[in-house]
């Protein structure tokens, strides 16, 4: 498990120097296709197929000093409805491995709960506002007790936000209830919070951040995380990614399971159409 948190660590370096490296050594986008790929990844609801992996591992966590690592695998499929009218579909499906965080010398892998979003969304008007909303749904994906939720839950999503000069800023939200699933499980009542803003240059490159904040109803405890990140738009030969990577600076927990600090990277995958 140690091994495992110091390879993401070093994935996370290693991913903030070939952000330099690539767009130096790899054919990189045009400065208008960079600015606009990057004005798209910085909206939820953008008509943009991607595929990010998101990589979050966090160190110093509770009484025991644990450690966690969290890839989150999340597609993004936009489907047209019509010409004025898009259905956004986003899938988060979180692959965690964690050391001394549920007990001393503890270790547990596998998968957390899935949570998946439907944004009906409008084009975009001329005022550079946006919004969508759906339905989530929390689903039982979770292969240990430790990992995630074994209910099946369902409540509202939507999201608001606006772009104009490179500047994009907005928050996005759903709150979920668990309605089946196994009854030794926990009851899901819980409130996920996420503003965010990103500044872009043309040349695809953004300074941004947000913030995560997870209300749990049901226990009376708040999670809540602010990351900041650095990111760019490059190519991997001939596949458009984006790079992004930053800290994790803890705000708020429940008791005992505070992280002490934690480090974000991010890898995207784009299929401009």
């Known amino acids: 498990m140690k091994k495992r948190i110091k390879a993401s660590i070093i994935f996370a370096c290693v991913l903030s120097v070939h952000m330099n490296t690539f767009a130096q050594d790899e054919p990189k986008p045009a400065p208008a296709d960079a600015a606009e790929l990057a004005k798209k990844l910085s909206n939820p609801v953008a008509s943009l197929i ?7 591992t966090d160190i110093g966590i509770g009484t025991y ?7 989150n695998i999340q597609p993004v499929i936009p489907i047209s409805l019509s010409e004025k009218w898009n259905v956004i ?9 964690q050391y001394n965080v549920s007990g001393e010398g503890r270790q547990e ?20 506002i946006i ?4 339905p989530a ?13 074994k209910k099946f839950g369902v409540g509202p999503t939507a999201l608001v936000l606006k772009q104009s000069h490179g500047i994009t800023i907005g928050a996005l939200a759903n709150q979920i209830w668990s309605v089946a699933g196994d009854e030794s499980s926990p009851a899901v009542n819980q409130l996920f919070l996420q503003p965010f803003f990103t500044y872009n240059w043309k040349s ?6 947000n913030a995560e904040i997870t209300q749990n109803w ?8 602010i990351n900041p990140t650095l990111s760019g738009v490059t190519k991997l030969g001939t596949q458009v990614v984006s790079l992004a990577v930053g800290p994790r600076i803890p705000v708020a927990a429940p008791e005992g399971s505070k992280s002490a600090f934690g480090i974000r990277a991010v890898l995207i995958f784009v299929f401009p159409k």
């Open 89 to 97: 579909a986003r899938v988060i499906l979180p692959v965690v491995s």
């Open 131 to 134: 919004f969508g909303a759906g």
């Open 204 to 209: 695809g490159a953004g300074l941004g951040g």
């Open 137 to 149: 749904f929390l689903i039982p994906t979770t292969t240990n007790d430790f990992l995630g939720s």
């Open 50 to 56: 991607s595929v990010p992996f998101q990589n979050n």
């Open 218 to 225: 049901q226990a009376g405890n708040t999670t809540a995380f």
């Open 109 to 128: 892998s596998g998968l957390g709960s899935t949570t998946a979003s439907a944004f009906f969304s409008p084009t975009p008007s001329k005022s550079g």
């Open 65 to 71: 000093n644990g450690s966690k690592n969290t890839l």
